[in-house]
């Protein structure tokens, strides 16, 4: 008797993946070795079609934004990544965001601006941040390699 023909899975898990973000005229920092949580959500806001004397009806661009938000555990050396937000805090940077590594998989790159996070928590437990960057634009999807 034949084998059934296997059904492409429905959902994927998330990761192993990667995310880095490079701050304008700065090094890439790669935050996927800390990340529990990493969300991407685009969004683009459009304005009320404007009715035309013809009768059609012109849809305006649009504007695009969004954010990408996350958790991570705090360190709080000079070199970990919660010093990294408050020192680039207010900058430009760049995003790489592939949620799940491998040939023929989704990467997404756009332009965000980095936040400062909470620092601090509950003494004696391993304290966690969430993030917040707000998109510029919108992002870019490609092949991950």
């Known amino acids: 008797m034949p ?7 429905i ?3 998330l990761g192993p993946g990667t995310l880095k973000i490079t701050p304008k ?3 890439a920092r790669d935050l ?4 529990l949580k990493a969300e991407l959500a685009p969004d683009l806001s459009l304005d009320d079609a404007v009715p035309m004397l013809d009768g059609s009806s ?8 969004g954010k990408l938000t996350g958790t991570f555990y705090q360190d709080y050396d000079m070199g970990g990544l919660v010093a990294w937000c408050l020192e680039n805090a207010g900058t430009l940077a760049t995003y790489e965001f592939i949620p799940k ?4 998989k989704m990467k997404l790159s756009g332009e965000l601006t980095i936040a ?5 928590g509950t003494p004696k437990k391993d304290n966690e941040a969430e993030f917040e960057f707000k998109l510029t634009g919108k992002p870019s999807v ?3 390699a």
Do not use: F, H, L, N
């Not at 996927?32 to 990340?35: P, R």
């Not at 849809?59 to 695009?64: E, F, I, L, R, Y």
């Open 3 to 9: 084998e059934p023909a296997k059904t492409p899975a």
């Open 11 to 13: 959902a994927e898990t």
């Open 25 to 27: 005229g700065g090094t």
């Open 32 to 35: 996927q070795s800390k990340v």
């Open 58 to 65: 012109y849809q305006p661009a649009g504007t695009w934004g």
């Open 101 to 104: 590594a491998g040939t023929g």
């Open 116 to 120: 400062p996070v909470k620092i601090g």
């Open 142 to 144: 490609s092949t991950a």
